[in-house]
């Protein structure tokens, strides 16, 4: 069984800065790909970003320049750092992890932190 632990989110002003961070603990070989992704109310979840393992990272395009995605392999964590935040950014930010567990390759969700910008 996997488990991942969010923490983080919270009320911010335009232009401010957010960490959020998430651990993944339980049973499994190695993870692949750790991310974060976001829905915003009344819209998809979307992808905020992403780092594989080999430290290869992905973003959209809306949080380039101001967002910064970091894992550590020790620890098994993934933190978000967000900066210059803008209202748009406001949404339920998710941890997600790919990762192998008893030969099989499945992808977790965490439970969700609401992250909030007022403008």
């Known amino acids: 069984q996997v488990q991942l632990a969010e923490s983080g989110g919270g009320l911010v002003q335009a232009g401010g800065s957010l960490r959020l961070s998430c651990a993944a603990s339980g049973s499994f070989r190695s993870i692949n790909v750790m991310g974060w992704y976001r829905q915003a109310p009344g819209k998809q979840r979307e992808l905020v970003a992403t780092v594989n393992s080999g430290s290869s990272t992905n973003y959209t395009d809306s949080v380039k320049g101001r967002v910064t995605i970091s894992r550590n392999n020790a620890k098994n964590t993934v933190d978000l750092q967000m900066n210059s935040l803008k209202p748009e950014d406001t949404a339920v930010y998710y941890c997600?992890?790919?990762?192998?567990?008893?030969?099989?390759?499945?992808?977790?969700w965490g439970q969700g932190t609401q992250v909030t910008v007022s403008s």
């Open positions: 997600y992890v790919d990762l192998t567990a008893w030969g099989h390759r499945q992808g977790y």
